[in-house]
């Protein structure tokens, strides 16, 4: 069997993919340490070639390869699982990802100002999104006004 440059046993291969799930919030240098306790020797780098072979190389992507093993096996979740996934969830809500039911649940607004045209005169895009389905739909106007922006949640709606 040839010597392929940069592989590992599949024995601690397969244990650094089992560690990165099982604590997905681990880095790569304290995953080697904590590893190295229980007698599998792969340095930090190491434990980094092994995560990008397997899509593992970020905290999101192991955490989607745990909720992908939950799907699948229906596997009960340690304590750090569950504090990892509690984390993303906060993280997600803190960068803008709300969780919604179904279409229509819950839109965001905005205005934004486009410029002004000759004969026009000043003009506003009014944008609405739908947080679950992602749909977007804008319209322009010449006001800056409620009554704009519920014209055009009007037209989102429908």
């Known amino acids: 069997m040839p010597n392929v440059k940069n592989r590992v046993d599949e024995q601690i291969e ?3 993919v089992e ?21 599998i020797f792969v340095s930090g780098s ?16 192991r ?3 745990l909720e992908d093993k939950i799907a699948t096996e229906g596997i ?3 304590e750090s699982q569950i504090s990892a996934l509690e984390k993303k969830a906060q993280d997600d809500e803190a960068c803008g990802e709300i ?3 179904h279409p229509g649940y819950l839109g965001s607004q905005d ?12 003009v506003y895009q009014q944008t609405y999104i739908d947080t679950y389905s ?13 009554i704009t922006a519920a014209d055009l949640f009007v037209v989102a709606q429908t």
């Open 19 to 39: 560690y990165a799930i099982e604590y997905p919030a681990h880095g790569q240098h304290r995953s080697s340490n904590e590893l190295r306790k229980k007698g």
């Open 134 to 146: 992602k749909v977007v739909h804008c319209k322009l106007y010449t006001t800056k006004s409620a």
């Open 111 to 122: 205005t934004f100002y486009v410029g002004h045209l000759k004969g026009v005169g000043r």
């Open 99 to 101: 969780e919604t039911a």
């Open 46 to 61: 190491g434990v980094r070639s092994i995560w990008l072979r397997h899509n593992l190389e970020n905290f999101t992507k």
């Open 14 to 16: 397969s244990a650094v």
């Open 63 to 65: 955490l989607k390869a």
């Open 76 to 78: 009960i979740l340690s």
